[in-house]
């Protein structure tokens, strides 16, 4: 809007090629703008007018991809959401391997997905007409399944730092599976080898989750379901 | 260390380039029929245009008893004025539906009124209630798709851009020459078939609502490749567009929030649309349907607003929502609710404070032309979704894209094994010739001065934007090809790249891209110049009217470097084949 | 003005606290609040009554009034309050029950800081 402020930003960005570099550094850029800048319009910034050789990701621009994820002052955010501030030190998401600067090697990650075998399991083949999910399940599953993936969440777990677990969003993708209707693979055996029994049930996923969901939740579902029993029609 | 002119070799059945839903469909589907399928993304594999997309479908369902597959058909082919592949357009409304199961059979699941009652709405130009949709929208499409592409084992190659279409002496694929950004190595591919599935060139506009790496790479390489495209000067530019942040500006802002009651109701009236003045300017050019009209009218009325002075300071216009509508509008989109609350505030949000909007690039209508199978006219190369032209003609039914993806995505695929069954194993044919293009394409590696490849996308950008955008006349456009022409000739070959290092060069990747970007711009400019009326989302200033004799569609081939413009009559269509080849232009 | 709950802006996700940081790392340190006091009370008890270790007592005359610091007091029932209440959470939570996590932190936190207060007050003889 005409009424935003302008602001003046000191990004600080790590800087790192692993084919060339042995240890990580600190470049400093200063940029301007308007206030509602996010921290990804900076990076984009710095990039075409600055530092043409820095290496950074993104695609969507909007929330969607979930592939700009960065940490910001130590926090993990995406990039293109996050709006910027004065002093930012902006630093690729941990604990994942850089692949150059701000951009993080996401092949484990995605093996990990592929082994979890996220696509239901079904006894009868789909019926060739609706199937039948109740309107508020189909709601709730939609909205498990905006998950971008984006692993902000991982990132910041704190079990994920001190103990054997895969991390929250993908406690919340077999949650997803749990809960639909048609997948018959053990999800919450899944769950249990996945180290969801680590989670500190401290909610920290749920505050940093970019698209309002609550991973925490998925695995307390999943807890419940040890104690009491599955809740879904078997 | 990989030196430039190393290249690994690889080899597949079938190669697919692109990770939205139409590559992902077909390398399932080509999978499914035993071919060996690799799958190349340019970025991460969640990079991609289905991604961003409102995932609304469009498709006869049978819960609406007034729909049926004719008027859905009708619908498609008036929204496209004519010019459709009716073949194309007519097997888009036949598969839609038992493709959307297929999305359900992957785990999607669509938004419900009853436990066996799709939630449907209305998108833009439709006339029926028809559309499905998901509150997980794209994203949910894209997730289900990709455990189906994981339950089967199929190979997806991050941050592998396909750069070229090899043939052998005999004109067939021999494969693709690949580029691994993450280490900035060289692939080729032998394979007999490949698929085009890399999404549309909405990153040729200035404002532009999809996402950075739709360049247009596909259909520039299928070009390159000896294949032909088609409808190439249609573009399809949403209204209803973000202005602000800078980052999310000529993002989509959805049909609903301007919908109002005729989301659900083909009778009732949108949300007006203010100028600054406070004026119902829509009403100058849609008296009838009003603010309800279709995509190109509204974008282009919205656009005349803001190039004539009348837009707001930041460049848009005022759109005054329904309030009354804010419940449902939550519950089907909250994504898109959460954005308005972002980037607009908490009033506009609740759709009760007026909303700036902007018209925005949003989807390539035209494309490689395919036929039914999505063959071109080069043996072993496919194409599909946005890449491909012909199912939408002049405009596009909003809810549309998703089925045309899932539908000829799948077709592609199940050709693509048919044909790679048919055809030898290429071998290393073709390696020598990609072996040649490194070099070419490297050469930006080794320039010590030139021009940064960000500069000229930043001129092609505002030229295409200026003048081959919403609003066209033909000394801007013949000035715009010159300008291209001499950007091709004059500029390119002193890009330079600032890094040499090899891993994630973002400067040498937008190198690669602005070629392709190019091509597209001088086919689109010259296709414009030929095209001399104004039909759906083509508007020519100085041809206003839409002429019955353009009832007919422009192909662009390349012959030795020259762009060729053909004019043809509309495939498959009840109109007897004019069989007017006449060769109408020859550019550059 | 419709009663709908709008999705959450998190457009300012790196300021802030981060909640579930605090209360992990509360419930730790008040766990070993608890246990370091029963360990120091153990000890204090044992030296007072126990004539073996009179020596310790004239070594240590700060330890037995280690017990009866009001500040101790007050953090040791800050801590055995937030423990239990923060665990309980915990428990229910799992077994079902819908906690907001950041208004049952802050609720955990006064309802503690009341029982730490009480103690202080105690000693001022209020």
Known sequence: MSTVASITVTAEIQRFDPSQDAEPRFESFEVSGLANMSVLDVVRSIYENQAGDLAYQFACRVGRCGTCAVRVNGRPVLACQERCKAQMRIEPLKPFPALRDLVVDRTEIESRLASFELAPLRNNAHPGQPELIAPDLAAKLCHMDSCLLCMVCVSACPAVEERPFDGPAFMLKLRHMAEHPADRRDRLDQALQGGMLECFNCDVCTQVCPADLSPAQAIRDFRRELFFGRGKEA | ?588 | MSAATLPRNTTRQSEGLLHGDIARWLHRVSGTVIVVFVLVHVIAQAVLHVPALASVKAGAPWLPAVQSQHWIHAALYFSIVFHTLYGLKLLLSELGMRVDYRISLWAIVAISALFGLREVLRYAGV
């Open chain 2, 1 to 588: 260390m990989a030196t430039a002119s190393d290249i690994f070799l690889e080899h597949a059945d079938v190669v697919v380039a692109g990770s939205g839903a139409a590559g992902m469909r077909a390398a399932i589907a080509a999978h499914d029929a035993g071919a060996n399928v690799v799958l190349l993304a340019k970025g991460p594999r969640r990079a991609n245009h289905t991604r961003m997309s409102g995932g609304r479908y469009n498709v006869v369902s049978g819960l609406n008893p007034a729909d049926g597959n004719d008027a859905f058909f009708r619908d498609t082919i008036d929204s496209g004025v004519g010019i459709n592949n009716h073949e194309l357009t007519r097997i888009l409304v036949d598969e839609a539906l038992a493709r959307a199961y297929d999305l359900e059979e992957y785990g999607l699941a669509w938004d419900r009124t009853e436990a066996d009652k799709y939630y449907m709405s209305m998108t833009g130009g439709g006339t029926y209630v028809r559309t499905l949709g998901s509150i997980d929208e794209g994203i949910g499409i894209t997730e289900v798709m990709l455990h189906q592409m994981h339950k089967r084992g199929i190979r997806i190659c991050d941050f592998h851009m396909l750069t070229d279409v090899i043939r052998d002496g005999g004109g067939c694929v021999a494969g693709g020459l690949v580029i691994d950004l993450s280490k900035g190595v060289w692939r080729f591919f032998s394979a007999p078939t490949v698929i085009i599935a890399t999404g549309g060139t909405s990153q040729l506009y200035e404002t532009s609502s999809g996402p950075t790496i739709n360049t247009g790479d596909g259909i520039a390489i299928a070009l390159r490749a000896g294949a032909e495209l088609v409808d190439v000067e249609f573009m399809q530019f949403i209204p209803i567009s973000f202005v602000y942040p800078q980052g999310a500006r000529g993002y989509t802002l959805t049909e609903p929030a301007h919908y109002g009651p005729r989301h659900f109701d083909p009778n009732a009236e949108a949300a007006q649309l203010l100028n600054v003045k406070g004026e119902r300017f829509v009403l100058k050019h849609d008296p009838l349907r009003k603010e309800g009209s279709t995509r190109d009218v509204l974008a282009r009325a919205i656009m005349l607003e803001i190039l004539e002075g009348r837009g707001t300071p930041e460049g848009g216009v005022y759109m005054v929502p329904d309030p009354a509508v804010f419940d449902a509008f939550l519950r089907e989109r909250p994504i898109y609710v959460k954005r308005l609350l972002e980037n607009y505030g908490e009033p506009q949000a609740r759709l009760q404070a007026p909303i700036q909007v902007m018209p925005s690039a949003l989807y390539t209508l035209g494309g490689v032309r395919i036929d039914r199978w999505c063959r071109t006219c080069v043996p072993g190369l496919l194409a599909a979704g946005e890449a491909a032209g012909g199912v939408h003609g002049a405009n596009r039914l909003g809810g549309s894209s998703m089925p045309d993806i899932q539908v000829f995505g799948r077709r592609a695929g199940m050709a693509a094994a048919d044909d790679a069954k048919a055809a030898r194993a290429p071998g290393d044919a073709g390696l020598e010739q990609a072996r040649a293009r490194v070099a070419e394409l490297t050469a930006p590696m080794q320039r010590a001065d030139g021009v940064r490849p960000t500069e000229v996308k930043r001129r092609v950008q505002k030229l295409m934007w200026d003048h081959v955008g919403l609003v066209r006349t033909a000394n801007r456009l013949e000035e715009s090809l010159r300008a291209f022409t001499d950007l091709r000739e004059n500029v390119m070959p002193r890009l330079k790249v600032t890094n040499k290092s090899r891993v994630l060069n973002r400067e040498w990747m937008e190198s690669l891209e602005l070629a392709n970007l190019l091509d597209l711009a001088q086919a689109m400019a010259a296709t414009s110049i030929e095209r001399k009326e104004t039909r759906g989302a083509f508007y020519r200033t100085d041809f206003p009217e839409t002429d019955p004799d353009w009832t007919a569609n422009l192909w662009v081939r390349r012959e030795s470097g020259r762009v060729l413009v053909e004019k043809h009559a509309v495939a498959g269509s009840a109109t007897p084949a004019t069989a007017e080849a006449a060769r109408v232009a020859a550019a550059s």
